[in-house]
C-alpha cells in the first residue's frame, strides 16, 4: 500500500510541458487522499484553456500507478477554487526566480 508521502513524491516528477515547476510546487494539487488500495487527487490547472489539460491528469494518474503500485487512482480537476501564482510553494517560487 502506498502512503500520501509517496504518493506526492512522485506527482513531483510530474510537470506542466510549458512550466519548469513540477505541478505540486506549481500548486496545482488541492488534495492528495490514500485509503488502501485507493488514491484520489484533486488538482486544477493554471487555466481551463490549458492546452496540456488532459496530458497532466493522465501522466499523474500512470505514474502513480506504475511507481506506487495502485491500480485504483483517480484524478480530479476542478475550477473552484481558481489557481493563481499565490499557490506556488517557496521551492516553486525560487525555481521560477519569483522569490519575495
Same mark, same amino acid.
Given at each position: 500500500?502506498?502512503?500520501?508521502?509517496?504518493?506526492? @513524491? =512522485?506527482?513531483?516528477?510530474?510537470? *506542466?510541458? &510549458?512550466?519548469?515547476? @513540477?505541478?505540486?510546487? !506549481?500548486?496545482?494539487?488541492?488534495?492528495?487522499?490514500?485509503?488502501?488500495?485507493?488514491? *484520489?487527487?484533486?488538482?486544477?490547472?493554471?487555466?481551463?484553456?490549458?492546452?496540456?489539460?488532459?496530458?497532466?491528469? *493522465? !501522466?499523474?494518474?500512470?505514474?502513480?500507478?506504475?511507481?506506487?503500485?495502485?491500480? @485504483?487512482?483517480?484524478?480530479?480537476?476542478?475550477?473552484?477554487? =481558481?489557481?493563481?501564482?499565490?499557490?506556488?510553494?517557496? &521551492?516553486?517560487?525560487?525555481?521560477?526566480?519569483?522569490? &519575495?
Amino acid at each position: 500500500m502506498a502512503t500520501k508521502e509517496q504518493v506526492i @513524491n =512522485v506527482i513531483k516528477q510530474c510537470y *506542466d510541458p &510549458e512550466i519548469p515547476v @513540477n505541478v505540486y510546487d !506549481l500548486g496545482l494539487i488541492y488534495d492528495v487522499d490514500v485509503k488502501d488500495d485507493k488514491v *484520489d487527487i484533486t488538482m486544477t490547472l493554471t487555466s481551463q484553456g490549458c492546452p496540456s489539460a488532459q496530458q497532466i491528469p *493522465d !501522466l499523474i494518474r500512470f505514474r502513480i500507478q506504475s511507481e506506487c503500485g495502485v491500480d @485504483n487512482v483517480s484524478v480530479r480537476v476542478v475550477w473552484d477554487p =481558481v489557481w493563481t501564482p499565490a499557490r506556488i510553494t517557496p &521551492e516553486g517560487k525560487k525555481v521560477l526566480h519569483l522569490e &519575495e
